[in-house]
Nanobody, 124 residues
Framework: QVQLAESGGETVQIGGSLRLSCVYD????????IAWFRQAPGKEREALAL???????STHDSVKGRFIISRENAKKTVYLQMNSLKPEDTAIYYC??????????????????WGQGTQVTVSS
């Protein structure tokens, strides 16, 4: 089993920064790739970034240069550093675990476990 829990979401001004945390648990999670997604009202769930179990990362073009994913295996935590935040970044942010290949990381159906989400609101 894999358990994940996000934290760090809050209301922030345009141009501000936030760091989200995703704490994962379970032996399977240690070997899993963990990704950040977000979903705004009326929109599809959107992939943001992926961290592999050995430190490799992928970042979606839509947030490349502003969002950075990192991982501390000793703390079983994956972070998402978000800079230069915009109103369109307002969404619920989720982390998810992936253990299988064959499905691109940007597709949500490839993940075996999800956190409950944390709300990020960007306003003026």
């Amino acid at each position: 089993q894999v358990q994940l829990a996000e934290s760090g979401g809050e209301t922030v001004q345009i141009g501000g920064s936030l760091r989200l945390s995703c704490v994962y648990d379970g032996d399977t999670a240690t070997k899993a790739a963990i990704a950040w997604f977000r979903q705004a009202p009326g929109k599809e769930r959107e992939a943001l970034a992926l961290s592999g179990p050995l430190g490799s990362t992928s970042t979606h073009d839509s947030v490349k240069g502003r969002f950075i994913i990192s991982r501390e295996n000793a703390k079983k935590t994956v972070y998402l550093q978000m800079n230069s935040l915009k109103p369109e970044d307002t969404a619920i942010y989720y982390c998810a675990a992936k253990t299988t290949f064959g499905i691109p990381w940007t597709r949500s159906e490839g993940y075996i476990a999800w956190g409950q989400g944390t709300q990020v609101t960007v306003s003026s």
